[in-house]
């Protein structure tokens, strides 16, 4: 091999083309059609599917544990909201973060950081479900309040159920933006 050979390299898929790109992880060269660019430079197909499929590493037993956990403290956080009641316009702006803080980092323990998209789905929607059931009963009571045309009960249950779909959002959201942040990363 001298020097001159580097000019003339063409893509390991496409032996017809000539290019100067190569692959940063696997170092074959490749054209711009196999090339995906990456934070730290060009990458060729191949080496983009195998790093994929080692961030999708997630096992059976994460989604039940990922659901679990999302679950249980949504519920905990919502039925918390519903006992303080007048102050739960403060608390499920506080709470619904810090709620969804501590789920993605038990989960992120409880899953040894194995990831995929679906963990991140099943997390949001377990946490979006134990959240809400809470506000079930608020359902019923405005149904109630306005059969018995007590205008009063009917304010206080809408309020409350806002402060409680609030704190469903920032739940979620928070979860979500800081799953998404560990799932691929290309
Ligand atoms: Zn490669
Ligand atoms: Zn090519």
Redesign the pocket.
């Known amino acids: 091999m001298n020097s001159n050979t580097n000019h003339i390299q063409t893509c390991y898929k496409h032996p017809n083309r000539q290019t100067v790109l190569r692959?940063?992880?696997?170092?074959?060269p490749?054209c711009l059609d196999c090339a995906v660019s990456t934070p730290t430079g060009y990458?060729?197909k191949?080496?983009i599917k195998e790093q994929q499929r080692r961030f999708n590493n997630s096992i059976p037993r994460d989604y039940i544990f990922a659901g679990l956990i999302a679950f249980i403290l949504g519920l905990a956080g919502s039925y918390f909201l519903i006992v303080l009641r007048i102050l739960s316009g403060i608390f499920a702006l506080l709470l619904g973060p810090s709620i969804g803080m501590l789920v993605v980092k038990l989960v992120r323990a409880v899953t040894q950081k194995r990831r995929s998209s679906t963990l991140n789905h099943v997390t949001v929607i377990a946490a979006g479900i134990g959240a809400g059931l809470p506000l079930l009963s608020n359902v019923f009571r405005i149904l109630q309040s306005i059969v018995v045309g007590n205008f009063r009960l009917l304010f206080s249950n809408t309020l409350e159920i806002g402060w409680g779909v609030a704190f469903l959002v920032l739940l979620c959201s928070v979860i979500l933006s800081n799953m998404k942040g560990f799932s691929i990363r290309r």
Do not use: V
């Not at 692959?23 to 074959?28: A, E, H, M």
């Open positions: 692959c940063n992880q696997c170092g074959r490749i990458r060729c191949e080496c």
